[in-house]
């Protein structure tokens, strides 16, 4: 059972933080399917995302402007929520085509798909993102509807240790550029009322909570400088918005404005670009965000 965190509607007192009007919005996709869960390849010149286009969910690939659409999977189950790995030239994603959600991994040369390990306790791997080395795999484990823990895995899926584990829902894991920590949501200090974001030193255990207000704030990434963070925070009477701050928490502006809404916002690696996943004419798309 999966949270559908694209459907939140809910309160943000938005008159303490600033806004930013320069940033433009251009669509890539446009079709009655929904395409989501988008994100820069490496080198910047590629964007993976999902799509249920053909019927059920199937990962595919487009060029940076939106052309040259690539089917990169073909499969009755659903395939989601593609990451990449470092080199640019494999992807790691979800699917239940084995029976229940495990990880895949996707060279693109050959279109070879490979099932990891399995992690061996219980719960769903989803939201599964390569380490900038390659090495390890940062990974929420759904073990219930109000509860996900945080985990590392090896390369090839094996579980190394748990990152964060309590009674609440932790989700959503992004690399820092340095491999050091890693940001997410969670609702450990909100007694699950909300979802909040945070940064973990994975080598020394340390948190730093970064933002506190009273409802929904989630799906991080960091800017490709790692000075910056992109972020959703939900509306009262209306879809999510994006908002950019400064890693360290400070300088909260609202950078989209849009009654339909958006959400899972994904850096480019080396230019001020932000891919979004927005609602628009009755279905997502994806976009892009430039100033």
């Known amino acids: 059972m999966h949270i559908n965190f694209l459907s939140l509607i809910l309160f943000m007192p938005c008159l303490l933080i600033g806004q930013a009007d320069s940033w433009k919005e251009q669509c890539l996709t446009n079709n009655s399917a929904d395409d989501r869960y988008a994100s820069y390849s490496p080198d910047g010149n590629s964007i993976v995302f999902e799509s249920d286009r053909d019927g059920n969910w199937e990962i595919y690939l487009i060029d940076g402007e939106g052309e040259n659409i690539r089917r990169l999977t073909n499969n009755p189950a659903d395939d989601r929520r593609p990451t990449w790995h470092p080199n640019g030239k494999k992807l790691l994603f979800e699917s239940n085509r084995s029976g229940t959600n495990q990880l895949y991994t996707l060279k693109l040369g050959s279109g070879t798909a490979q099932k990891l ?32 823990s945080l985990a590392l895995l090896n390369k090839k899926g094996k579980l190394r240790r748990k990152l964060v584990h309590n ?23 909100t007694e699950n009322n909300d979802d909040e974001i945070y ?26 400088d790692g000075t910056r963070i992109a972020y959703v925070t939900s509306m009262e009477g209306s879809r ?30 080396a230019e001020n670009k932000i891919l979004i996943t927005a609602y628009r004419n009755g279905n997502y798309e994806i976009c892009v965000l430039t100033q």
């Open 167 to 189: 009674d609440y829902r932790n989700f959503y894991p992004k690399w820092s550029k340095d491999g050091v920590e890693i940001l997410f949501f969670s609702r450990k200090d």
């Open 199 to 224: 940064r973990l030193n994975i080598r020394t255990g340390t948190e730093k909570r970064l933002t506190q207000w009273p409802k929904h704030n989630f799906c991080p990434s960091w800017s490709g």
């Open 240 to 269: 999510p918005e994006i908002y950019i701050m400064d890693a360290d928490g400070t300088n909260k502006q609202r950078i989209t404005h849009n009654k339909n809404g958006e959400t899972l916002p994904n850096w480019h690696p």
């Open 117 to 148: 390990k399995n992690l061996g306790t219980a719960g769903e791997p989803i939201f599964a993102e390569f380490s900038p080395n390659g090495k390890n795999i940062a990974v929420s484990i759904q073990e219930a509807e109000q509860q996900g």
